[in-house]
Nanobody, 126 residues
């Protein structure tokens, strides 16, 4: 069973720099299709998918973060990184990485993902 672990959360000033990492317990480079994603959840709000990364290299960003966030996959180190140099207070929340089988394409629907990390808290101060 895949285990995921997020790191890099904490407090950051708006307009500062934020980099989150997600490390998997096993390689994604085993030939099987997969989807990796970052989600976030603010208190009292629904879990929001913000970016997907498919095994074919395609990425998709939610409108709320498009143009501000970047994502990179380091297959050798089994890590997925999420970065922004323009965080806003509304980016605050618990950030989770998740993994799913890639059949049928990647989605931003949290119920499509079988494996989840424990999350890392991000607070963006204005």
């Amino acid at each position: 069973q895949v285990q995921l672990a997020e790191s890099g959360g904490g407090s950051v000033q708006a307009g500062g720099s934020l980099r989150l990492s997600c490390t998997a317990s096993e390689s994604t480079s085993n030939g099987a299709s997969y989807c990796l994603a970052w989600f976030r959840q603010a208190p009292g709000k629904a879990r929001e998918g913000i970016v997907t990364v498919g095994s074919d290299g395609t990425t998709y960003f939610a409108a709320s973060v498009r143009g501000r966030f970047t994502v990179s996959l380091d297959s050798a180190n089994r890590s997925l990184h999420l970065q922004t140099n323009s965080p806003k207070p509304e980016d605050s929340g618990m950030y989770y990485c998740a993994r799913a089988a890639g059949f049928g394409g990647c989605t931003l629907r949290h119920w499509d993902y079988q494996y989840w990390g424990q999350g890392t808290q991000v607070t963006v101060a204005s």
